[in-house]
């Protein structure tokens, strides 16, 4: 995403080289964003420079621009001056995730195909919940992750919350919010709860998988398309640049 959206602001913009972006959650091949949020460096005379309707403001002017270039894919829906010290990555407070599945005997809704994963097997949501709770709060979620070098993998999670959606039969909805995500983090619990509601393990064993801290085989990744970042959280625009430094203190990789 990231590459072909600079693409198009360097051809929007006129700019010699595709400008640099800094994304607020990055996805692995195969999830999807709708909640996305990036930031780049770029001289305001370039956007002021943009054609558009003359109701248009600069940023709406660029809005424009994009979505005749831009896939069908991939949909720009605002765009503005950050404040000062703003970073799309380390000025947010929290990312929301929705994880989709399917139950049923049958295959999906073949218009959800692409971002509901079928699961053949019937979810005990109940159990799901019950092993959910006591991940909640601030631990090492080392045990699912895939740690870089030197990085933490101490996180808070806010919310993992197995539901039957209302209305749509046989959809299993997982909301995941935390403050910030270990790569493979979300997909290694929705892992974890399928073993749970499927009976295979029980509602305790993943509370025992993060206290035992490393790795379990049985902790099989969820498949990516199941997987939506569907919101970003900031702090009040005065509170960015702090909160950017708070962060990139607590993640950033160590020497040494």
Do not use: N
């Not at 424009?64 to 896939?71: D, F, S, T």
């Amino acid at each position: 995403m990231a590459g072909t959206l600079a693409d198009a602001l360097q051809r929007v913009l006129r700019l010699a080289d595709p400008p640099l972006l800094t994304v607020a959650g990055r996805t692995d091949a195969g999830v999807h964003a709708r909640g996305q949020v990036c930031h780049l460096d770029v001289d305001e005379d370039a956007v002021a420079a943009l054609p558009g309707r003359s109701s248009r403001t600069p940023p709406a002017a660029l809005v424009e621009r994009l979505a005749g270039v831009l896939p069908a894919d991939i949909v720009v829906r605002a765009a503005g001056a950050a404040p000062p010290g703003f970073d799309a990555r380390f000025s947010a407070t929290g990312r929301r995730y929705a994880y989709r599945l399917s139950d049923t005997a049958h295959r999906p809704d073949p218009l959800r195909r692409r971002d509901v994963v079928w699961h053949r097997k019937g979810l005990d949501v109940a159990a799901m919940q019950a092993a959910a709770a006591p991940l909640l709060g601030e631990h090492d979620f080392v045990a699912f992750c895939r740690p870089r070098p030197g990085a933490s993998t101490v996180r808070t999670l806010t919310r993992l919350q197995p539901r039957r959606e209302a209305g749509r039969t046989g959809l299993v909805v997982l909301d995941v919010e935390a403050d910030a995500f270990c790569h493979h983090q979300v997909r290694a619990l929705v892992g974890a709860l399928l073993a749970v509601g499927t009976g295979q393990q029980r509602p305790e064993w993943p509370a025992q998988v993060l206290a035992a801290r490393r790795r379990d085989g049985a902790v099989q990744v969820a498949p990516a398309h199941g997987l939506t970042l569907e919101e970003v959280r900031y702090p009040p625009e005065a509170e960015v640049a702090t909160q950017a430094a708070r962060a990139r203190r607590a993640r950033e990789p160590v020497d040494g």
